[in-house]
């Protein structure tokens, strides 16, 4: 999951980037499906020992949320 999570990153952050007006809907759409997939990624973090993931985690979403601002 957190690769595949990355990897959309990279792709909203370029497509973003580069302001293609045809990429404007996707995104949105990505970036609403992000929220419900990180809340539910947070649920399962929250019995998750590695300290790690949970940081990772955080890092992504913070990066959607930047994008999205």
């Known amino acids: 999951m957190a690769l595949a999570s990355d ?3 990279s792709l909203a952050e370029s497509v973003t980037e580069c302001d293609v007006p045809e990429w404007s809907t ?3 759409e990505l ?4 929220k419900l997939i990180y809340s539910g990624l947070r649920l399962d973090l929250r019995h ?3 300290p790690d993931s949970v940081r990772r985690a955080d890092v992504l979403s913070r990066r959607w ?3 999205s601002e």
């Open 31 to 34: 970036l609403h499906e992000w």
């Open 65 to 67: 949320r930047n994008l």
């Open 48 to 50: 998750d020992l590695a």
């Open 7 to 9: 990897r959309a990153m």
């Open 26 to 28: 996707p995104i949105a």
